[in-house]
């Protein structure tokens, strides 16, 4: 059985009841950052079996790892540094390869940056796309652009080092009406929402983060309701 154990992504208090069973009950808890994950562990109790690492360096051998012990019958609880296993991290190799062995895979739900940031946004809740982390340089500027036309609400994961470009490269695409929301540091100390135009949140990072922003962040764009300024082909 492989258990995809959702986890908090600030506040410890984030944590169900389940998942805080299901990790101490495992026979191996599988996380991303042993030292992140015994601070989680510490706080509420939680003594696993036996704690492995997991993460983006060695997901291909660790993941053949589990697969074996979960072949042999073991259950194998797997925990990200943050929020829901799989959703824009490593665990999804794990996953896949426990569907591909007829394993068993049950979520354990809870804290998503994604949702807890799209669903205090404002934007529209009844459709939206999940974009994730967009590409650095190749083929960012065509998913801008592929973005700027998406009706729905869009989500994206972005470092906080590249918030300007990414709301500068969003109102060269989208124009100076579209709406957008910055949710930073979500259920931390420091949790803030920023909604407006993109050139209002532009400005107002500008002013509150004059060198780099603080902190980590999500970005829900509103859908383009159909008066988008698309910006001019072929100018890249
Ligand atoms: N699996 C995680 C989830 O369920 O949200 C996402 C992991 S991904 C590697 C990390 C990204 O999630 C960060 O770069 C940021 O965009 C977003 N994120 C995670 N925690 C956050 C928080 N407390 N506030 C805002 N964004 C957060």
Redesign the pocket.
């Given at each position: 059985m492989l258990y995809l154990v959702?986890t908090p992504?600030?506040n410890l208090e984030d944590m169900s009841l389940r998942a805080i069973r299901i990790l101490r009950e495992a026979d191996v808890v599988a996380c991303e950052d042993t030292r992140h994950a015994r601070i989680l562990f510490e706080r509420h109790g939680i003594r696993p079996k036996r704690l492995v690492s997991y993460h983006s360096h060695n997901e291909k051998s660790r993941a053949a790892e589990l697969a074996d012990e979960l072949r042999a019958g073991a259950s194998v609880a797997v925990v990200?540094?943050?929020?829901?296993?799989?959703?824009?991290?490593p665990a999804w190799a794990i996953v896949r390869e426990a569907i591909g062995l007829g394993i068993e895979v049950i979520p354990i739900p809870g804290?998503?940056?994604?949702i807890?940031?799209l669903s205090a946004s404002g934007m529209d809740t009844t459709r939206f796309v999940f974009e994730g982390?967009l590409p650095l340089k190749k083929g960012r500027r065509a998913r801008i652009a592929q973005i700027a036309g998406e009706d729905r609400s869009v989500v994206i994961?972005?470092?906080p080092f590249r918030i300007k470009r990414l709301l500068e490269e969003l109102l060269a695409a989208c124009g100076p009406e579209r709406r957008v929301a910055l949710?930073?540091?979500?259920?931390?100390i420091h949790?803030e929402f920023v909604r407006g135009t993109i050139p209002e949140v532009l400005a107002a990072v500008e002013l509150r983060f004059p060198e780099t922003v603080k902190?980590?962040?999500?970005v829900v764009l509103e859908g383009n309701d159909g008066k988008t300024e698309m910006e001019e082909e072929g100018s890249e």
């Open positions: 959702a992504i600030g990200t540094d943050a929020g829901t296993p799989g959703i824009s991290d804290a998503c940056a994604a807890a940031a982390f994961y972005e470092s949710a930073r540091e979500i259920t931390k949790e902190g980590e962040c999500v």
